[in-house]
């Protein structure tokens, strides 16, 4: 290098200012050639309900004991924000068949079905909507967990609330 120039033609000082200007044009490019920015979609809220078949009279006794509803569902020591907004009993019914071979509907007068109210937020334009850590769609099962409690079931219901 002689007197401050790079290579015997180009001076130091010309090549950072050149390099400053090739930076600043290629960032204004970029600036302008940008897709339109996507808004944000905002987070909505979903329902799921989940039905656990044929509960004993034991599980039923200590599910009123817990009182769930309003309870954070956990994944792994973490809780989820997804929350069970309300539980409720139905029938349990079964099919009997008659002496003379009709099939009969038949309450069970022990057993119940409990259903699990469960509120999320989701984001509306996800693959995957996930509920209590897992991934939900209607008809798989879903562990349903609290600090003192879990249970699994089955999905009958999702729905998204924008």
């Known amino acids: 290098m002689r007197e401050g120039k790079l290579f015997g033609k180009l001076h130091i000082l010309d090549l950072l200012v050149i390099l400053l200007v090739l930076g600043a044009v290629v960032l204004g490019a970029f600036q302008l050639l940008k897709p339109e920015d996507v808004a944000e979609v905002s987070a909505a ?18 599910l009123e004991r817990q009182e769930l509803a309003g ?18 009993l139905e029938d349990f019914t079964d099919t009997a068949q008659t ?39 209607v008809g798989r099962s879903l562990t349903i967990k ?7 079931g089955s999905i009958r219901y999702m729905e998204i609330e924008e």
């Open 71 to 88: 309870k954070a569902l956990m994944s792994g020591n973490n809780f989820t924000g997804d929350i069970i907004e309300e539980i409720w």
């Open 99 to 137: 002496d003379d071979g009709t099939l009969v509907e038949t309450v069970d007068p022990t057993l119940k079905n409990v259903v699990f109210r469960i509120r999320s937020t989701v984001s509306p334009d996800s693959p995957s909507l996930m509920v209590g850590g897992q991934e939900a769609r």
């Open 45 to 62: 809220e979903m329902v799921t309900e989940v039905v656990v078949i044929g509960a004993e009279p034991d599980f039923i006794e200590e």
């Open 146 to 152: 609290t600090e003192t409690f879990s249970a699994t």
